[in-house]
């Protein structure tokens, strides 16, 4: 397992994970090339974009699950494709049905087809609902600290801000946004869209983030499988030096060897 510690766990709705990398499953080669991958990451938590992946929904068609079973892996539903708080909803409420009324699931509400930046309204509308109606909801933000407080305060169980567009493979862009995210949060913070290499994901764990998700940034790597276990060394690195602390920055040199006693 990730664990840095014994006791250094990712806690998500009051269960315990020793991975911090969370990945996705769509983009691959095949199955076997997805199964591969996740198992490269480390990851527990596999996230299954309900409108375009078979978990179940066409018995005739080969199953994620057959590759990727939920005794195995937590597999988190999410709404990608959906672009109304009504749609999002319906579906996960579908997959809540196929999966045997498991209640983690992953929100996302896009805004447009070009940027799939989120609607902020739509989801925090389907983010009361879900709530409501008993899920625990894992859900895909803006990087603005006042929209995370909010989704806070509904009662999501993590919060999710992009580091930039998805499948961009930008890396963050505006730290600052996310440190005021992290101050303020109450529930965990995973950084979800934009990472495109390892020193992306570190970035993110350095920062003070409890987590982070990614696609693209595996699946569309030369060597996915490769790329994955890059992916799992970089959040256990940057874990390790958000724990550890790092030196003050300073403006001026500091001899990393004591000046007194030197031989002359």
């Keep these: 397992m990730n664990a840095m510690t014994d006791t250094d766990f990712l806690t998500i709705a009051g269960r315990q994970y020793a991975s911090r990398l969370l990945v996705g499953s769509g983009k691959y080669r095949d199955l076997a090339?997805?199964?591969?991958?996740?198992?490269?990451?480390?990851?527990?938590?596999?996230?299954?974009?309900?409108?375009?992946?078979n978990i179940g929904q066409d018995p005739n068609?080969?199953?994620?699950?057959?590759?990727?079973?939920?005794?195995?892996?937590?597999?988190?539903?999410?709404t990608a494709g959906c672009y109304t708080a009504k749609d999002a909803v319906y579906t996960l409420q579908m997959a809540r049905e196929l999966l045997g009324g498991r209640k983690l699931?992953?929100?996302?509400?896009?805004?447009?087809?070009?940027?799939?930046?989120?609607?902020?309204?739509?989801?925090?509308?389907?983010?009361?609902?879900?709530?409501?109606?008993?899920?625990?909801?894992?859900?895909?933000?803006?990087?603005?600290?006042?929209?995370?407080?909010?989704?806070?305060?509904?009662?999501?169980?993590a919060v999710m801000p992009l580091a930039s567009l998805i499948?961009?493979?930008?890396?963050?862009?505006?730290?600052?946004?996310?440190?005021?995210?992290?101050?303020?949060?109450?529930?965990?913070?995973?950084?979800?869209?934009?990472?495109?290499?390892?020193?992306?994901?570190?970035?993110?764990?350095?920062?003070?983030?409890d987590?982070?998700?990614?696609?693209?940034?595996?699946?569309?790597?030369?060597?996915?499988?490769r790329m994955a276990r890059a992916m799992r060394h970089a959040v256990i690195a940057g874990r390790e030096a958000y724990l550890a602390g790092r030196m003050p920055k300073r403006f001026t040199a500091a001899p990393s060897s004591p000046l007194q006693g030197l031989a002359t």
Excluded at 33 to 53: H, P, S
Excluded at 126 to 137: I, M, Q, Y
Excluded at 191 to 203: F, L, M
């Design 61 to 78: 068609a080969p199953s994620l699950l057959d590759v990727l079973p939920p005794d195995e892996f937590t597999i988190l539903p999410n």
């Design 167 to 209: 499948g961009s493979g930008m890396g963050i862009l505006n730290p600052w946004n996310l440190g005021l995210i992290i101050e303020q949060a109450t529930v965990p913070v995973l950084v979800d869209a934009g990472v495109g290499t390892a020193s992306d994901a570190a970035i993110a764990m350095e920062l003070g983030c």
């Design 33 to 53: 090339q997805t199964r591969e991958a996740t198992l490269a990451a480390g990851a527990e938590i596999v996230t299954v974009a309900i409108r375009r992946v």
């Design 105 to 157: 699931v992953k929100l996302e509400v896009l805004g447009d087809e070009k940027t799939l930046f989120p609607h902020m309204p739509e989801t925090l509308k389907a983010a009361e609902t879900l709530v409501r109606d008993g899920f625990d909801v894992m859900v895909y933000c803006s990087d603005d600290p006042v929209q995370a407080r909010l989704l806070q305060e509904i009662g999501c169980v």
């Design 211 to 225: 987590g982070v998700l990614m696609n693209s940034a595996i699946a569309a790597a030369r060597d996915p499988v």
